[in-house]
C-alpha cells in the first residue's frame, strides 16, 4: 500500500500559493502603489515605484523612457486598498458574512492586476464554512485592538486558503508551513516584481 498524504514536493507549492494569498491580502487590506517595469532578457522587471502621479505626466515620462532606451517601459497601474472588506472578513462569525466579506472583495477586485482578481473572492466563497471553522483554531489572532496581530490575521487566512485550494484540511498549513519568514516588504516588494516578470496567476484551481 503506498504512502497517504502530501508528499514531499506538495510543501513547495503549498508556501508558494500561501504567499500569493498574502499578498493579495496585503493588498486588499493597504494597496499597492504603481509600479514601472522594463523589458529585460527574461521577461519583464520591475525597476521601482517612484514615477509621476498626474497620469499625462507618467505617460510623457514612460515615452522619454522608450526613446532614450530603445527599450519598452510600461506602468503598472496602482492598486488602491479595500479596508472595508478586510475588515468584514477578519471579524466575520458566519458563512454569510463571511460571503459578504467576498462580495465586497469581488466588487473591488477589477482593479487588480491579474487573474487573482476573480480568484481571491471565489475561493473565499467556495470555502465560507472551513473559514468559519478555521477562525475557532487557537492559531488565528483574535485580539482585533492589537494593530501587530493583523498581519498575523494576513498569513493566517493566507495559510488555510492555501491549503483549502490544494483539497487539504484547513489546518494542514498552520503545522507545515509553521515557519514563516516572509515579511510583508519581501512579499510586496521582491516577489510581486517576480511574479509580475512571469505573469504569475494567484491559484492553478480552487
Known sequence: MGRRGPHAIDKERLNFRAVQFANCFFTLRDGQPARIRTQGPGGWIE?????????NEARKFVEGLNRLSGTPWQIIPE???N????????????EVEIRRAAKSIADWAPMGRSDWR????????????????AKNNWAYPRDLSRPTSDDKR???????????ASGLSPTYSIK???YWPWTKEWIQGEFVATENSFGGRIVDSV
Open 47 to 55: 525597476a521601482g515605484t517612484i514615477i509621476p502621479q498626474d497620469q
Open 79 to 81: 492598486i488602491c486598498p
Open 83 to 94: 479596508q472595508t472588506a478586510w475588515e468584514l472578513l477578519k471579524r466575520a462569525r458566519t
Open 118 to 133: 476573480t480568484e481571491i473572492p471565489r475561493a473565499i466563497r467556495k470555502h465560507a464554512k472551513d473559514l468559519v471553522r
Open 154 to 164: 494576513v498569513v493566517f487566512f493566507a495559510k488555510i486558503l492555501a491549503s483549502l
Open 176 to 178: 507545515v508551513l509553521a
